[in-house]
């Protein structure tokens, strides 16, 4: 069973970083596919960052080259450490992980998902 939980959401100012927590209580192993969404009052769910099948890192436009995300196998950590931050980065941001996807910044390819936790930079 698949348990996700976020931490590290807060605010920010314009240019700041602040680095997100993801934690598995369930069992996830390296082939896991595990992205960061994220999701602004009136606008759909987007992928942010991914890792699929374990090694293989995806970034959206929107934050390449500013957020990074990583994995700790050892503890079942997903981060998602984000850097010179924006007003348009606002959003509730959910860690999620699925077996498998074809689309890693697809919403409805991920079966677990954690509460959320939020981000407001201003």
């Known amino acids: 069973h698949v348990q996700l939980v976020e931490s590290g959401g807060g605010s920010a100012q314009d240019g700041g970083s602040l680095t997100m927590y993801c934690v598995d209580s369930?069992?996830?192993?390296?082939?896991?596919?595990l992205g960061w969404f994220r999701q602004a009052p009136g606008k759909e769910r987007e992928g942010v960052a991914g890792?699929?099948?374990?090694?293989?890192?995806y970034y959206a436009d929107s934050v390449k080259d500013r957020f990074i995300i990583s994995r700790d196998k050892g503890e079942n950590i997903l981060f998602l450490q984000m850097n010179d931050l924006k007003p348009e980065d606002t959003a509730m941001y959910y860690c999620?992980?699925?077996?498998?996807?074809?689309?890693?910044?697809?919403?409805?390819?991920?079966?677990?998902w954690g509460q959320g936790t939020q981000v407001t930079v201003s």
């Open positions: 999620a992980a699925a077996w498998t996807v074809e689309n890693w910044a697809a919403a409805h390819e991920y079966s677990y």
């Open positions: 369930g069992t996830i192993d390296g082939r896991t596919c």
């Open positions: 890792i699929v099948d374990g090694s293989n890192v």
